[in-house]
């Protein structure tokens, strides 16, 4: 079976974990400070905080912009659930803004339009979730706007744009948001296993962002709100969580950015094998790629057109069948059981649902080979023939 995605470990990555274990730290040494340093500097972000996942750092994200139960948070219902459970654990409401379906991303004119009419019924939202779908980052100076006319924070769920750039400039400088989140678990572009960062420019936002990772505790001189009563003393101000990277995780993550250029160049370089030999199919679209924007390709998304949702779901089963694990990125997050429990109907984002029957996740990974690609080339063009899809 080709999964349709890997993580790539190498001899370094190991010896780098293995080091680790020989020493005197296993969590909360040097290497998480090291890793948030390398990170920060690869993104060209001022602070980062290291997370035990992207989720926990979603979840103090929101804490540190002070999303609470009178809230709004709005995101995209083409992402992974954890783009908006965040919201739902800080007590608050949440909603989602339709996509773009030839990006997959949020779309700026849905989102300018429930802005204006959000205002006028004055329930406008607190923090905007923006998620860079597939690795292609969202019009961010587009969102920075309506931020300013309409006073929203914005997240940047970045989990698929590790190496992304938006503007030829490295996602995760924060230069259109507060804060940005990065995911290393196995299948997005580097990993540290489990892991996640929070980047910032604000020092009060990292200041929150690192307090709600450890219980809400602080022991630095300069953060207390009483005397010191003496050099054991620290403080609880707030109620936080254990969301702490551990070293081990923190020595890996080091090492594996190391290969972040690396990584990203051959998934450029397999995404445009894939673009070239499937752009003039009839019936198979890949994403389109905006101007501004380098992708750093955590999955490669086409549509199948004009198919309906059971061709769609009879040519996902066949291509298993012949041993390629392709997958479907996302199922709207409202359509989710626990959602529609909440009262979100089907057909409320009409482009995400035409295009969650449309979209097919092909094998992306480092290690994947130009015979594998033929392979998948040949057999998903012979399984849409063998199908028949009316023409538009
Ligand atoms: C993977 C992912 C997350 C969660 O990442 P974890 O590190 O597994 O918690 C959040 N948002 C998106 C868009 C993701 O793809």
């Known amino acids: 079976m080709i999964p349709y995605g890997k993580q790539a470990i190498s ?18 040494g040097p290497k998480v400070p090291e890793f948030e340093k390398t990170v920060c500097a690869y993104s060209h972000a001022q602070y980062g905080t290291a997370t035990n996942s992207a989720t926990s750092a979603l979840h103090i994200a929101c804490l540190a ?87 929203f ?5 970045a989990s698929h744009a590790v190496g992304s750039k938006y503007q030829d400039l490295p996602v995760g400088n924060c230069q259109f948001s507060d804060i940005c989140i990065f995911s290393f678990h196995p299948v997005k572009i580097v990993t540290t296993a489990e892991g996640g960062m929070a980047l910032t420019n604000q020092p009060e936002l990292d200041k929150k962002l690192k307090l709600f990772r450890s219980h809400g505790i602080t022991a630095d001189k300069l953060q207390l709100q ?9 403080e609880q101000q707030a109620l936080g969580f254990n969301y702490r990277m551990t070293d081990l995780h923190a020595a890996l993550g080091i090492s594996q950015f190391l ?11 397999l995404a445009s094998y894939y673009d070239e030999h499937l752009i003039s199919h009839p019936h198979i679209k890949p994403l389109k790629q905006s101007e501004n924007v380098y992708s750093a390709y955590h999955l490669y998304v086409v549509r199948v057109i004009s198919a ?25 997050i409202y359509l989710q059981p626990y959602y529609q429990e909440k009262g979100f109907k089907a057909g409320y984002c009409v482009n995400a649902e035409a295009y969650y029957h449309s979209a097919i996740t092909l094998p992306l990974f480092p290690a994947l080979t130009q015979q594998e690609q033929e392979y998948i080339v040949e057999t998903l063009t012979e399984s849409v023939a063998a199908l028949e899809i009316p023409t538009q």
């Open 11 to 28: 001899q370094h990555d190991i010896d780098a974990v293995v080091d680790v274990l020989k020493s005197d730290w296993l969590t909360q």
């Open 65 to 151: 912009l002070e999303v609470g139960h009178n809230d709004i948070v709005w995101t995209s219902p083409n992402s992974f659930v954890a783009s908006s459970n965040c919201a739902l654990y800080c007590g608050a409401k949440v909603d989602f803004v339709d996509i773009d379906p030839d990006t997959g991303n949020m779309c700026i004119d849905a989102l300018t339009s429930k802005l204006e009419h959000a205002y006028s019924n004055n329930i406008l939202p607190k923090v905007l979730i923006p998620v860079h779908f597939a690795g292609q980052s969202c019009d961010m100076q587009a969102i920075a706007q309506l931020s300013e006319q309409y006073g």
């Open 153 to 157: 924070s914005v997240i940047e769920d």
């Open 226 to 234: 009483n005397e010191t009563d003496g050099p054991w003393y620290y």
């Open 259 to 269: 290969q972040l250029d690396q990584f990203v160049a051959k998934r450029n370089q």
């Open 308 to 332: 309906t949702p059971d061709i769609h779901r009879q040519l996902v089963t066949q291509l298993r069948s012949k041993n390629i694990f392709c997958h479907v990125h996302y199922i709207p």
